[in-house]
């Protein structure tokens, strides 16, 4: 209730121009749609920038997948080395460092493999 009235409040105290019977302006819309052409004519955005920009933002996304498939398989590794060489007294699953190990491999394949093409063939 007290945010019906605080509203009706604004309202009244605002001053509606509809309300007061003013004719809306017929050239609005055109004098908006040349400001809007202005603004557009003068921005430095354009394909070939959205296209670099796009471009640099997937290279980094697959450096970013090389550097943690690299470093999953890596751990993976070393950790099922470790439990390998501690033979009976090994913690951990030999099963879990052997996906981890294969997959951290297939993440950085498949990085570097569409990173070489991107930008080694594609640009070329």
Known sequence: MFFVILCAVYL??????????AAPDPSAPLEMLKTARTKAASSNLSVASATTG????VNMILILMGVVGTGTAAYSGYTLWNNIQQGEQARGSNMTYTIGLVGGAMLTLIAVVV???TNFIVTA
């Open 12 to 21: 009244i105290g605002t001053g509606d121009a509809s309300a007061a019977g």
């Open 54 to 57: 796009a471009g640099n933002i």
């Open 115 to 117: 990173g070489a093409v």
